[in-house]
């Protein structure tokens, strides 16, 4: 039995006449007799019950009918189905992200990638650098935002800047510095730290510590914690102060205080990064993105300037 055996049922059964269901499938009457003899005797069943004058369904025929449509409807959808997979607007998007995107322009992005890309199911993972690049060498996830250094993206994969901005002070909110109308970068080298691991984010960890060692200050490194939001609670709990983005601000977590410190010179970048080698879906995404940018600080317009390579 094959699609076209089942065509040829279907005019039969809607003409209940051979004579103008051959018509109907250009053919001529004797074939699709034929065909549909065939048919019979691969199913096991006569599915008409023929007269000189008339050709009527039988319960056979009955039974088979709206499970013949509903196969021909299928396969009429397989070509664009298959069409719209290989264009990256059908399938599955597995991304990862940190949280301080999250935070920022990451919600917009997916409200309007979902409302653009409804066939695209949507698959969230909150994870560090260091896990999300264990997530990528196990197939985990297509693709990932990152937190670095500016200009530091990880090796081995194609990134999309997408955001910019300077690291600020984080301090308890009664400490004494935060009375002070103007704070010197070297006392707030001299306090107690609360960092994240080096193993999370390596570019970034290394270059707080070089501003450090630029000004002749050792750190006093009191704790170290992965997520941002941790690390705020901290400094909220006097453990010390904490070099956050920008973006950490808009966490308002009551008993911190943040302080600009343009002196320091330290600032992050988040990109998206993805495999040389992956799905249609993903370059969708990267479009999206793209698109509707980010932001390089909370002032100016994103001029997207990705390291993508041949797709």
């Not at 008993?255 to 990109?271: D, H, I, K, N, Q």
Request: glycine share 8%.
């Amino acid at each position: 039995m094959d699609l076209r055996q089942l065509r040829q049922f279907v005019a039969v059964a809607e003409e209940l006449h051979f004579g103008r269901a051959a018509k109907r499938l250009h053919m001529t009457q004797p074939p699709l007799t034929m065909a549909i003899r065939q048919l019979e005797e691969t199913l096991g069943a006569e599915l008409f019950a023929r007269t000189r004058r008339s050709v009527v369904l039988n319960p056979a025929g009955e039974a088979l009918l709206p499970q013949a449509r509903r196969l021909l409807a299928e396969a009429e959808q397989l070509g664009p189905l298959v069409r719209s997979a290989a264009a990256g607007q059908l399938g599955q998007l597995r991304l990862g992200f940190v949280s301080t995107v999250g935070y920022g322009p990451l919600p917009g992005w997916l409200k309007r990638f979902r409302e653009t890309h409804p066939g695209v199911a949507l698959s969230l993972k909150e994870a560090t650098l260091d896990v999300q690049l264990e997530a990528f060498a196990a197939g985990e996830i297509d693709a990932g935002f990152v937190l670095h250094a500016p200009g530091a993206a990880p090796t081995g994969f194609q990134a999309l800047p997408v955001m910019r901005e300077p690291l600020v002070l984080a301090l308890a909110a009664d400490h004494a510095l935060t009375r002070r109308p103007r704070l010197p970068l070297r006392d707030a080298l001299g306090e107690p730290l609360v960092i994240f691991p080096r193993a999370i984010t390596p570019s970034l960890y290394d270059a707080v510590l070089s501003l450090y060692s630029s000004h002749q200050a050792v750190p006093q490194i009191a704790q170290e914690a992965i997520q941002m939001q941790t690390i705020v609670n901290l400094v909220s709990a006097g453990m010390g102060v904490a070099w956050v983005p920008e973006s950490v601000t808009r966490l308002q977590r009551p008993g911190v205080a943040y302080r600009p410190l343009a002196a320091s010179g330290l600032a992050c970048e988040t990109s998206l990064i993805w495999p040389l080698q992956h799905r249609p879906v993903v370059d969708r995404f990267i479009d999206h993105v793209s698109l509707h940018g980010g932001a390089t600080d909370a002032r100016q317009p994103f001029q997207p300037h990705a390291t993508r390579g041949t797709r």
